[in-house]
């Protein structure tokens, strides 16, 4: 009679154990987006010559080596900002999204983001993030911006309360743009 009892426990146990482990694993991947710098290639007229100078062409006429010939060399760079910036932007309500969170829709998700240069300040990523759940939710970021794959800045994102089934938008700030980057990377680390 105890040996039924003992193997009854058992399954009860798993079954316990089953149904505590179902919605962890059901939980959607966090959202990540990555996002090229703009397209947009500056552009220079010489009024002298009337060539239209730009990075994809100083370089390929053949001529004298001159300091002016030998212009930074964006894959080059080896500097960057050490340690993690922390940021606290402000948020702009958009709109309303479905609540759609679960198994496979994540709770907070992030996309339409664009990385911009502002010239002569910083690098800018324009994003917008979306509460597919029915709570209130304060989302924390994670962006790392980079240049030919090596980083050059990593900051972390922390929101303010993002109301149930709301869509805000969001700028986040990278480095001053005296440093290159041509990639970010941005992810919810939270919730």
Not at 54 to 67: E, F, K, Q, S, W
Not at 71 to 82: K, N
């Amino acid at each position: 009679m105890y040996g039924s009892r003992g193997s009854g426990m058992k399954a009860l146990i798993c079954l316990v154990a089953f149904t505590m482990a179902a919605p962890v694993a059901a939980q959607a991947p966090r959202s990540t987006v990555d996002m090229p710098a703009s397209a947009g290639v500056p552009e220079f007229r010489d009024p002298k010559t009337g060539q239209i100078w730009t990075p994809l062409n100083v370089g390929l006429v053949p001529g004298p080596n001159t300091p002016a010939d030998r212009a930074f060399d964006p894959l080059g760079q080896a500097a960057r900002i050490d340690g993690v910036v922390v940021q606290r932007p402000k948020i702009t309500p958009l709109g309303a999204v479905p609540i759609t969170a679960g198994p496979t829709v994540p709770i907070v998700n992030i996309g339409d983001a664009m990385l911009r240069a502002v010239p002569e300040q910083r690098w800018q990523v324009v994003l917008y993030l979306d509460n597919n759940s029915a709570r209130t939710v304060v989302p924390m970021l994670h962006c790392r911006f980079t240049n030919a794959g090596k980083p050059v800045e990593e900051t972390r994102v922390l929101l303010p309360r993002v109301g149930a089934g709301l869509r805000v938008g969001l700028t986040i700030y990278g480095p001053k743009t005296d440093l290159f980057v041509d990639r970010a990377t941005c992810r919810v680390e939270s919730p």
